[in-house]
């Protein structure tokens, strides 16, 4: 099994920044993308950033590119997102997701592993 464990949300003004970790244990070598999604209130889940353990190749909705960087650090089994220039709209539970095959997916159904969540709310 993988266990996925977010940290780092909060309440923030908009034109802030706020930093994710998410923390991976247990069978980490069967994970080959890391991946982070969101969710705010009566919407669907969607894609925010992808990173490849090995390569460490990214990739990004088009609603953060810019903003928003994801990164990991392999010793610590860690991936992280910084998330600067905030908007309200960036507001949402976001959560850490783990994938067994190398093909980057922005579906969240793809995903084997999830963590928790952790709220992030950007005010105006």
């Known amino acids: 099994q993988v266990q996925l464990v977010e940290s780092g949300g909060g309440l923030v003004q908009a034109g802030g920044s706020l930093r994710l970790s998410c923390a991976v244990s247990?069978?980490?070598?069967?994970?080959?993308?890391m991946a982070w999604f969101r969710q705010a209130p009566g919407k669907e889940r969607e894609f925010v950033a992808a990173?490849?353990?090995?390569?460490?190749?990214?990739y990004y909705a088009d609603s953060v590119k810019g903003r928003f960087t994801i990164s990991r650090d392999n010793a610590k089994n860690t991936v992280y997102l910084q998330m600067n220039s905030l908007k309200p709209e960036d507001t949402a539970v976001y959560y850490c997701?783990?994938?067994?095959?190398?093909?980057?997916?922005?579906?969240?159904?793809?995903?084997?592993?999830w963590g928790q969540g952790t709220q992030v709310t950007v005010s105006s």
């Open positions: 997701a783990a994938d067994r095959m190398m093909r980057v997916e922005t579906n969240h159904e793809e995903y084997d592993y």
């Open positions: 990173i490849r353990w090995s390569a460490g190749s990214t």
């Open positions: 247990g069978r980490t070598f069967v994970t080959s993308v």
